[in-house]
Protein backbone atom coordinates (compact mmCIF):
# COMPACT_ATOMS: atom_id res chain seq x y z
CA UNK A 1 0.00 0.00 0.00
CA UNK A 2 1.87 3.42 -1.25
CA UNK A 3 1.74 6.42 0.84
CA UNK A 4 -1.39 7.91 -1.10
CA UNK A 5 -3.92 4.68 0.12
CA UNK A 6 -2.39 4.84 3.63
CA UNK A 7 -3.66 8.57 3.42
CA UNK A 8 -6.74 8.17 1.41
CA UNK A 9 -8.19 4.80 1.50
CA UNK A 10 -7.99 2.70 -1.52
CA UNK A 11 -9.51 4.91 -4.54
CA UNK A 12 -12.34 2.56 -5.14
CA UNK A 13 -14.87 4.81 -3.38
CA UNK A 14 -15.75 8.29 -4.90
CA UNK A 15 -13.65 10.64 -3.29
CA UNK A 16 -15.91 13.28 -1.07
CA UNK A 17 -15.05 16.96 -0.50
CA UNK A 18 -12.07 17.58 1.89
CA UNK A 19 -13.39 19.67 4.87
CA UNK A 20 -10.35 21.12 5.86
CA UNK A 21 -11.35 22.65 9.23
CA UNK A 22 -11.71 19.34 10.87
CA UNK A 23 -9.05 17.90 9.12
CA UNK A 24 -6.01 20.48 10.25
CA UNK A 25 -5.19 23.41 11.62
CA UNK A 26 -3.66 26.40 8.98
CA UNK A 27 -0.83 28.73 9.62
CA UNK A 28 -2.54 31.92 9.70
CA UNK A 29 -0.07 33.08 7.45
CA UNK A 30 -0.57 32.50 3.92
CA UNK A 31 1.74 32.54 1.08
CA UNK A 32 0.05 34.05 -1.92
CA UNK A 33 1.41 33.18 -5.24
CA UNK A 34 0.53 34.35 -8.98
CA UNK A 35 -2.93 32.01 -9.34
CA UNK A 36 -3.21 30.06 -5.63
CA UNK A 37 -2.38 31.05 -1.66
CA UNK A 38 -0.39 28.38 0.14
CA UNK A 39 -0.50 27.56 3.76
CA UNK A 40 1.37 24.97 5.97
CA UNK A 41 -1.14 22.46 7.79
CA UNK A 42 -0.96 20.55 10.97
CA UNK A 43 -3.23 17.45 10.57
CA UNK A 44 -5.39 17.42 13.89
CA UNK A 45 -4.87 13.72 14.31
CA UNK A 46 -1.48 12.98 13.92
CA UNK A 47 0.56 16.71 14.20
CA UNK A 48 2.26 15.65 10.72
CA UNK A 49 2.46 18.93 8.67
CA UNK A 50 1.51 19.57 5.03
CA UNK A 51 1.85 22.03 2.47
CA UNK A 52 -2.15 22.86 1.44
CA UNK A 53 -2.39 25.35 -1.64
CA UNK A 54 -5.84 26.39 -2.23
CA UNK A 55 -6.15 27.29 -6.10
CA UNK A 56 -8.04 30.48 -7.70
CA UNK A 57 -10.42 29.11 -10.31
CA UNK A 58 -11.07 32.12 -11.85
CA UNK A 59 -7.60 32.69 -12.39
CA UNK A 60 -6.67 29.01 -13.44
CA UNK A 61 -9.44 28.76 -15.93
CA UNK A 62 -8.69 31.90 -17.11
CA UNK A 63 -4.62 30.19 -17.89
CA UNK A 64 -6.92 27.00 -19.08
CA UNK A 65 -8.45 29.37 -21.42
CA UNK A 66 -4.99 29.84 -23.25
CA UNK A 67 -5.29 26.65 -24.77
CA UNK A 68 -8.70 26.56 -27.05
CA UNK A 69 -9.86 23.37 -27.78
CA UNK A 70 -7.51 21.39 -25.25
CA UNK A 71 -8.20 19.55 -22.41
CA UNK A 72 -5.40 20.40 -20.75
CA UNK A 73 -4.70 18.67 -17.10
CA UNK A 74 -5.43 20.50 -13.70
CA UNK A 75 -1.81 21.40 -11.20
CA UNK A 76 -2.87 18.96 -9.20
CA UNK A 77 -3.16 16.28 -12.09
CA UNK A 78 0.19 17.20 -13.34
CA UNK A 79 1.99 17.37 -10.13
CA UNK A 80 0.46 13.56 -9.48
CA UNK A 81 2.24 12.28 -12.47
CA UNK A 82 5.44 13.72 -11.83
CA UNK A 83 7.52 11.66 -8.95
CA UNK A 84 11.12 12.60 -8.25
CA UNK A 85 13.36 12.76 -4.51
CA UNK A 86 13.73 16.26 -5.47
CA UNK A 87 10.38 17.42 -6.43
CA UNK A 88 8.01 17.98 -3.61
CA UNK A 89 5.47 14.96 -3.86
CA UNK A 90 2.01 15.78 -3.91
CA UNK A 91 -0.63 13.63 -2.05
CA UNK A 92 -3.86 14.68 -2.88
CA UNK A 93 -6.06 16.90 -5.06
CA UNK A 94 -9.75 18.11 -5.13
CA UNK A 95 -12.38 20.22 -3.93
CA UNK A 96 -13.10 21.58 -0.04
CA UNK A 97 -16.38 21.43 1.13
CA UNK A 98 -16.71 25.33 0.47
CA UNK A 99 -15.94 24.48 -3.20
CA UNK A 100 -12.22 25.98 -3.22
CA UNK A 101 -9.88 23.74 -5.10
CA UNK A 102 -7.04 22.44 -2.76
CA UNK A 103 -3.76 20.49 -3.65
CA UNK A 104 -2.32 18.41 -0.54
CA UNK A 105 1.42 18.04 -0.68
CA UNK A 106 4.47 17.43 1.45
CA UNK A 107 5.68 20.37 3.62
CA UNK A 108 9.61 20.91 3.63
CA UNK A 109 10.68 23.55 6.10
CA UNK A 110 13.22 26.19 4.67
CA UNK A 111 13.21 29.03 2.65
CA UNK A 112 12.52 29.42 -1.08
CA UNK A 113 15.94 30.20 -3.40
CA UNK A 114 14.22 33.61 -4.59
CA UNK A 115 14.95 35.08 -1.04
CA UNK A 116 18.39 33.25 -0.38
CA UNK A 117 19.43 35.13 -3.84
CA UNK A 118 17.99 38.54 -2.93
CA UNK A 119 19.49 38.31 0.70
CA UNK A 120 22.83 37.44 -0.92
CA UNK A 121 22.75 34.45 1.85
CA UNK A 122 26.53 33.56 2.82
CA UNK A 123 25.14 30.41 3.94
CA UNK A 124 24.22 28.91 0.38
CA UNK A 125 27.84 29.21 -1.00
CA UNK A 126 29.65 26.16 -0.25
CA UNK A 127 26.79 24.16 -1.57
CA UNK A 128 25.89 25.89 -4.97
CA UNK A 129 27.39 23.38 -7.20
CA UNK A 130 25.63 20.67 -5.32
CA UNK A 131 22.02 22.77 -5.55
CA UNK A 132 22.69 23.42 -9.16
CA UNK A 133 23.17 19.65 -10.12
CA UNK A 134 20.03 19.23 -8.17
CA UNK A 135 17.79 21.62 -9.65
CA UNK A 136 18.83 20.32 -13.19
CA UNK A 137 17.84 16.70 -12.26
CA UNK A 138 14.31 18.23 -11.28
CA UNK A 139 14.15 20.36 -14.18
CA UNK A 140 15.27 17.06 -16.34
CA UNK A 141 12.54 15.26 -14.20
CA UNK A 142 9.66 16.78 -15.18
CA UNK A 143 10.40 16.46 -18.92
CA UNK A 144 10.35 13.41 -18.82
CA UNK A 145 7.47 13.25 -17.29
CA UNK A 146 6.00 14.12 -19.98
CA UNK A 147 5.78 18.21 -19.75
CA UNK A 148 7.11 21.22 -19.89
CA UNK A 149 7.63 23.18 -16.22
CA UNK A 150 7.27 26.99 -17.85
CA UNK A 151 7.80 28.43 -14.80
CA UNK A 152 11.33 27.61 -13.70
CA UNK A 153 12.53 30.50 -11.30
CA UNK A 154 14.75 30.55 -7.93
CA UNK A 155 11.04 30.93 -6.20
CA UNK A 156 9.87 27.77 -7.27
CA UNK A 157 13.02 25.47 -5.84
CA UNK A 158 12.83 25.02 -1.53
CA UNK A 159 16.22 25.12 0.20
CA UNK A 160 16.33 22.57 2.94
CA UNK A 161 18.84 20.99 5.51
CA UNK A 162 20.59 23.90 5.92
CA UNK A 163 21.01 24.73 2.45
CA UNK A 164 22.54 21.81 1.47
CA UNK A 165 19.63 20.80 -0.86
CA UNK A 166 16.76 21.93 -3.19
CA UNK A 167 12.88 20.26 -4.16
CA UNK A 168 11.03 21.89 -7.16
CA UNK A 169 7.53 23.52 -6.42
CA UNK A 170 4.77 23.93 -8.14
CA UNK A 171 2.84 23.28 -11.74
CA UNK A 172 0.84 26.24 -12.29
CA UNK A 173 1.74 26.78 -15.37
CA UNK A 174 3.06 23.47 -16.59
CA UNK A 175 2.24 22.06 -19.73
CA UNK A 176 1.71 18.82 -21.55
CA UNK A 177 5.02 18.55 -23.92
CA UNK A 178 2.68 18.07 -26.93
CA UNK A 179 2.52 20.21 -30.33
CA UNK A 180 -0.14 21.59 -29.75
CA UNK A 181 1.00 22.82 -26.69
CA UNK A 182 3.95 24.69 -28.21
CA UNK A 183 1.84 26.37 -30.53
CA UNK A 184 3.36 30.08 -30.55
CA UNK A 185 1.39 32.57 -28.34
CA UNK A 186 1.36 31.53 -24.95
CA UNK A 187 3.13 34.74 -22.91
CA UNK A 188 3.12 33.02 -19.51
CA UNK A 189 5.75 33.02 -16.70
CA UNK A 190 7.94 35.04 -14.64
CA UNK A 191 9.43 37.34 -16.70
CA UNK A 192 13.27 37.93 -15.94
CA UNK A 193 13.03 34.11 -16.63
CA UNK A 194 11.50 34.07 -20.03
CA UNK A 195 13.20 32.73 -23.02
CA UNK A 196 13.03 35.00 -26.09
CA UNK A 197 10.89 32.33 -28.07
CA UNK A 198 8.03 33.10 -25.57
CA UNK A 199 8.53 36.81 -25.84
CA UNK A 200 8.15 37.13 -29.45
CA UNK A 201 5.44 34.51 -30.12
CA UNK A 202 7.32 31.96 -31.30
CA UNK A 203 7.01 28.10 -31.57
CA UNK A 204 8.43 26.95 -27.93
CA UNK A 205 9.88 23.41 -26.52
CA UNK A 206 11.05 22.01 -23.38
CA UNK A 207 14.25 24.59 -24.01
CA UNK A 208 12.23 27.19 -22.51
CA UNK A 209 13.24 25.70 -19.25
CA UNK A 210 16.97 24.68 -19.98
CA UNK A 211 17.35 29.09 -20.72
CA UNK A 212 14.87 29.94 -17.52
CA UNK A 213 17.04 27.46 -15.39
CA UNK A 214 20.26 29.12 -16.70
CA UNK A 215 19.21 32.29 -15.91
CA UNK A 216 18.59 30.59 -12.21
CA UNK A 217 21.56 29.56 -11.59
CA UNK A 218 23.67 32.92 -12.84
CA UNK A 219 21.72 34.56 -10.46
CA UNK A 220 22.48 31.47 -7.46
CA UNK A 221 26.26 32.05 -8.31
CA UNK A 222 26.44 35.52 -8.58
CA UNK A 223 23.06 37.12 -6.99
CA UNK A 224 22.90 39.54 -10.18
CA UNK A 225 20.53 39.34 -13.39
CA UNK A 226 22.56 38.21 -16.52
CA UNK A 227 21.17 41.35 -17.86
CA UNK A 228 21.72 44.07 -15.27
CA UNK A 229 18.05 44.92 -14.95
CA UNK A 230 16.15 44.50 -11.65
CA UNK A 231 12.70 45.03 -13.48
CA UNK A 232 10.36 42.47 -12.60
CA UNK A 233 7.37 43.42 -15.06
CA UNK A 234 7.35 41.90 -18.78
CA UNK A 235 9.14 44.48 -20.40
CA UNK A 236 12.14 42.67 -18.65
CA UNK A 237 12.03 40.40 -20.96
CA UNK A 238 12.30 41.93 -24.27
CA UNK A 239 15.73 42.28 -23.77
CA UNK A 240 16.58 38.90 -23.25
CA UNK A 241 17.59 39.04 -27.20
CA UNK A 242 18.23 42.98 -27.33
CA UNK A 243 20.76 43.18 -24.79
CA UNK A 244 24.32 41.03 -24.21
CA UNK A 245 23.94 39.23 -21.07
CA UNK A 246 26.96 40.17 -18.97
CA UNK A 247 30.06 37.70 -19.00
CA UNK A 248 29.61 35.22 -15.44
CA UNK A 249 33.23 35.89 -15.54
CA UNK A 250 32.92 39.39 -14.95
CA UNK A 251 30.91 38.91 -11.47
CA UNK A 252 32.77 36.04 -10.69
CA UNK A 253 36.48 35.79 -12.28
CA UNK A 254 37.25 32.91 -9.83
CA UNK A 255 34.57 30.91 -11.02
CA UNK A 256 35.44 27.19 -13.07
CA UNK A 257 35.15 28.44 -16.64
CA UNK A 258 33.87 24.90 -17.74
CA UNK A 259 30.77 25.56 -15.28
CA UNK A 260 30.72 29.29 -16.51
CA UNK A 261 30.37 28.34 -20.15
CA UNK A 262 27.91 25.51 -19.66
CA UNK A 263 25.82 28.15 -17.69
CA UNK A 264 25.44 31.04 -21.03
CA UNK A 265 24.83 27.80 -23.16
CA UNK A 266 22.28 27.46 -21.01
CA UNK A 267 20.34 31.30 -21.66
CA UNK A 268 21.86 31.37 -25.85
CA UNK A 269 19.12 33.16 -27.69
CA UNK A 270 18.99 30.69 -30.24
CA UNK A 271 17.30 27.94 -29.05
CA UNK A 272 19.54 25.64 -30.88
CA UNK A 273 22.44 26.57 -29.47
CA UNK A 274 21.37 25.73 -26.03
CA UNK A 275 21.53 22.71 -24.50
CA UNK A 276 19.13 20.56 -25.67
CA UNK A 277 17.99 19.37 -22.23
CA UNK A 278 19.15 19.72 -17.83
CA UNK A 279 20.49 16.42 -19.09
CA UNK A 280 22.93 17.50 -21.24
CA UNK A 281 23.74 20.55 -19.10
CA UNK A 282 25.03 18.00 -16.23
CA UNK A 283 27.03 16.25 -19.10
CA UNK A 284 28.68 19.16 -19.70
CA UNK A 285 29.64 19.93 -15.87
CA UNK A 286 30.09 15.88 -14.42
CA UNK A 287 34.08 16.40 -14.33
CA UNK A 288 33.66 19.68 -12.56
CA UNK A 289 34.53 18.88 -9.00
CA UNK A 290 34.05 22.22 -7.16
CA UNK A 291 32.44 25.74 -7.67
CA UNK A 292 36.15 28.18 -8.54
CA UNK A 293 38.60 27.15 -10.84
Not at 198 to 226: K, N, Q, W
Request: hydrophobic share 35%; with cysteine; glycine share 8%.
Amino acid sequence: MGIFDKLFGDGSKKKEPLDVSSRFLLDRHAFTGTMSKFHVAKEIGTGKLFGIKFLDREKTEYFKARFKGLDRPGEGGIAMQISHPLIVETYDFGITTTGIDYILMEYIDGPGMDSVVHAKKKEVIPHRLKLIREMAESVQAVHDAGFIHRDVCPRNFICHDNYTSAKMIDFGLTIPNEAPYRLPGNRTGTPQYMAPEIVRRRATDSRVDVFAFGVTIYRLLTFEHPWGSTDTTGMAALSHDTVDVTDILEHRPELNEKLARAVHRCIEVNPEKRFKSCKHFLTAISTVKKETA
